[in-house]
């Protein structure tokens, strides 16, 4: 462990223009891909990057909860496209009659098309029963969690990877197939693989699906303000 006296702060890189750029440009570029994977396999250092990027993210309490399950079984992956279709099935049903053809003609291909599928967990008992920064929300490991697949999607995004979340699953179906204990919480499934082409956008506003709010509308001062009383 460090000592504590020669814990010191050092001085803040200052990061050039051109670096500011491009950090603001993957930001921009990221999609999340459904169906434009190409079946070329990712180079293991490249994929020890994107982990080590994932890895890399604020965790309450450094707690670091996350693991990452990397699956490339086609019988497990089988399995797991099995239950991402019962799963669909009923959320298909869930939309407005007029709408489910819609629904029926977006692709969901990732699970069989990437050449690499990742489970992100959540530990909910790493760090013990008191996490300093989680005493009074307990939710903090999972939002830590989601920080790390944020990064993976950048750090993916900037080495020509595409990524797609697949969050269309009944969790008891999916936990038997990875054999997750009890506490193990299930964050995120993810498709990862290279690509040629993505969409100039959010594929579902492309689509007609839903459109993307306007920054002005998101951005409140000081307390909470009704958006809609902020377009009259």
Partial sequence: MTDPAECA???????????????????AHRRDVRNEFLPDPIDPQVLRR??????????????QPWNFILIRDPQRRASVRQAFARANAEAASMFPAERRSD????????????????CVTCDRERGGKVVLG???????DLYSTVCAVQNMWLAARAEGIGMGWVS???????????????HIAIVAYLCLGH??????????????????????????????????????
Avoid at 168 to 182: K, V
Wanted: net charge negative; with cysteine; glycine share 4%.
């Fill in 168 to 182: 269309i699953f009944n969790d008891a179906d999916l936990r038997p197939i990875l054999g997750l204990p009890d």
């Fill in 195 to 232: 690509v040629e082409e993505l969409f100039d956008g959010p594929e579902l506003a492309a689509r007609g699906w839903a459109t993307q709010d306007e920054f002005e509308t998101v951005v409140m001062q000081e307390c909470w303000t009704d958006p809609a009383a902020a377009t009259d």
């Fill in 103 to 118: 629904y029926a003609a977006l692709k969901l291909e990732g699970i069989d098309k990437a050449p690499l599928n990742i």
């Fill in 134 to 140: 989680r005493t009074h929300n307990p939710d903090m």
């Fill in 9 to 27: 702060p050092v001085k803040a890189r200052v990061f050039s223009r051109a670096e500011r750029q491009a950090l603001y440009d993957v930001i």
């Fill in 50 to 63: 994107i982990l080590q990027a994932a890895h890399a993210a604020p965790s309450v309490g450094l707690s």
